[in-house]
């Protein structure tokens, strides 16, 4: 079976590429699988014995277009898809797959709706009698795309056509009575279903009710399955973002989200910039066109254009290169796997007798605050962030950001204070305590005027005052510390103690550039929470100011 199982060898193709040609979290995905494929997954198992019933009914369904099986037909990452999603199952129930939810980022000119389709025949074929499946799109004509393509398969397919009935408004498998019935959001209402299983086709489009109110839908479902679809829209509020954003962090380990399959076809950040020459680009965006070389021939063809005619761009980086065209000038900070190489155990001891300086982003009162210390020792930046978040919103923030607020307060990386509000005496005594719980000295405090003012006050008329010094939130002002910051951490000269709330800020945090191109950290555009970061990057200034820049800086011994 694995000889002959394609989904398998592309995976394989997936971890094995050195020429650039698949992107990062494709890569991380595949390695996830083939984990799980090899049986080394203590939560999922491969089935063979339903890999097999589903590879015969490949071997029946007729591809339209090239007229041989879809098993020959289906391209290799549809392979992934089909086989990954419908033959994981869960280890602790008989029978249940493992994944309730498949999200696939990919261009067009990739037959990703022909795919679904196949996807859904497969569940009407096998799914338990009288189940229910929907499309949902943001209007019928989207919607009914997948009961078109559905429909011109079945036609094509002398061996199912007589166990299907297809009207207008719904197409039926007969043996089992199973429904398939596509929506639309502008005028259908999604409650009220009972869905085993949807898909959200282009989810670009979409805001989150529709995903969510079939979610809901499957509450009471044993065997669930979601699948959003899209490619990249210009757009700053729909489903994909929330979703790739979920996506991301499962991969990169920063949230312990199971039974979530993501296939995220887009160009890595570092080459994201070089689209008008990286062919790269075109290539982890568009897998068909790794093997299929006029598609790639025609894209070519359509970068040129959008090169040379602006009218032409939007639609090009955003439509065959899943790049948000409006915010190109938006970025990641830094790649986690970079931040993670600086992760080293730092004792409190370390310390002691050392010069510190801290970086406070003290939020709205129903947020999270953080505090940084970093100080500079032979050659390297040292640091220790902790963040403090409202006790009684530990549930609802662990629901709404996907990330697990009790564990990093468990870890010690967070502390919870005040009930529905931030207990700001709780943040000032940390402060206050630093120098005799650490043994260190508090040269300064750099703060962000907002929401501060009275913190401040009270720190610097504490018995022990702390100098404390307003960092305005300016690109003329931050870029430099910014930029010492990012830099450091691609030279391995910055160090942290194991903090997934810190690392999880670092994922979520998104750089634009001012007009002089000065690089600084977005909050408005960053994905998340980015206050760790953003009080890290002020201590980081006072520290550049005070030491790296000054003429009497001396190196710490």
């Given at each position: 079976m694995a000889k002959e199982l394609k989904a398998v060898e592309y995976c394989k193709f997936c971890i094995n590429?050195?020429?650039?040609?698949?992107?990062?979290?494709?890569?991380?995905?595949?390695?996830?699988?083939?984990?799980?494929?090899?049986?080394?997954?203590?939560?999922?198992?491969?089935s063979?014995?339903?890999?097999?019933?589903?590879?015969?009914?490949?071997?029946?369904?007729?591809h339209p277009d090239l007229h041989v099986s879809m098993y020959d037909g289906l391209e290799r990452y549809a392979h992934f898809f089909v086989y990954a999603v419908l033959c994981t199952m869960r280890r602790d129930r008989k029978n249940?797959?493992?994944?309730?939810?498949?999200?696939?980022?990919?261009?067009?000119?990739?037959?990703?709706?022909f795919n679904a389709a196949v996807v859904f025949i497969i569940l009407m074929c096998l799914e338990p009698p009288f189940s229910r499946l929907f499309s949902v799109a943001p209007d019928y004509k989207l919607s009914s795309e997948l009961r078109l393509a559905v429909r011109k398969i079945l036609k094509c397919s002398p061996a199912l056509t007589k166990h299907f009935k297809i009207t207008r408004d719904m197409i039926t498998m007969l043996d089992t009575q199973t429904e398939y019935t596509p929506l639309a959001y502008s005028t259908d209402r999604m409650d009220g279903k009972l869905a085993n299983a949807f898909l959200a086709d282009e989810a670009g489009a979409l805001d989150n009710y529709p995903v969510e109110a079939m979610r809901s839908s499957q509450i009471t479902i044993r065997n669930k399955l979601g699948i959003i679809i899209s490619t990249q829209y210009p757009n700053d509020d729909n489903v994909m973002i929330d979703e790739i954003d979920i996506a991301k962090k499962m991969l990169d380990g920063l949230n312990d989200e199971k039974g979530y399959f993501a296939l995220l076809y887009e160009p890595n950040d570092e080459i994201v910039n070089n689209w008008e020459t990286d062919d790269n680009v075109i290539y982890q965006s568009n897998p068909v066109s790794v093997t299929n070389e006029e598609i790639f021939e025609d894209l070519i063809k359509k970068r040129s254009r959008a090169i040379a005619y602006e009218n032409k761009r939007e639609n090009f980086l955003c439509k065959h290169c899943n790049i948000k065209y409006k915010s190109l000038g938006t970025e990641g900070f830094v790649e986690i796997t970079k931040v993670r190489e600086c992760k080293e155990d730092i004792p409190d001891s370390f310390w002691r007798g050392k010069t510190v300086y801290l970086g406070l982003d003290l939020s709205m009162s129903n947020d999270n605050t953080s505090v940084a210390m970093v100080c500079f020792y032979k050659g390297r930046i040292y640091s220790k962030i902790m963040g403090f978040i409202p006790e009684e919103s530990i549930e609802r923030k662990t629901d709404k950001e996907r990330f697990d607020y009790n564990r990093s307060i468990k870890n010690g990386e967070c502390i919870a204070c005040g009930d529905l509000i931030i207990d700001y005496s709780v943040v000032e005594q940390y402060i206050l305590d630093i120098e005799k719980t650490y043994g260190c000295t508090v040269y300064q405090l750099g703060f962000d005027r907002y929401n501060a003012l009275s913190t401040v006050q009270k720190l610097e008329a504490a018995d022990e005052p702390v100098d404390c010094v307003e960092v305005k939130q300016h690109s003329s002002v931050l870029h430099p510390a910014t930029k010492l910051l990012y830099e450091s951490i691609l030279k391995r000269e910055f160090a942290y103690s194991d903090n997934l709330?810190?690392?999880?800020?670092?994922?979520?945090?998104?750089?634009?550039?001012?007009?002089?191109?000065?690089?600084?950290?977005?909050?408005?555009?960053?994905?998340?929470?980015?206050?760790?970061?953003?009080?890290?990057?002020?201590?980081?200034?006072?520290?550049?100011?005070?030491?790296?820049?000054?003429?009497?800086?001396?190196?710490?011994?």
């Open positions: 590429d050195t020429e650039g040609k698949v992107g990062r979290y494709v890569k991380k995905q595949a390695l996830v699988w083939l984990d799980i494929y090899s049986g080394h997954d203590k939560y999922a198992y491969f063979k014995k339903r890999a097999k019933r589903i590879t015969a009914l490949l071997r029946i369904i007729m249940v797959r493992y994944y309730e939810t498949a999200l696939l980022e990919i261009c067009r000119k990739n037959f990703k709706t709330l810190l690392e999880n800020n670092f994922s979520n945090a998104r750089c634009t550039y001012d007009t002089n191109l000065n690089r600084y950290v977005n909050k408005k555009k960053s994905s998340g929470k980015v206050d760790m970061v953003v009080a890290l990057i002020i201590a980081v200034h006072l520290l550049n100011v005070n030491e790296l820049l000054s003429e009497s800086w001396a190196v710490q011994t």
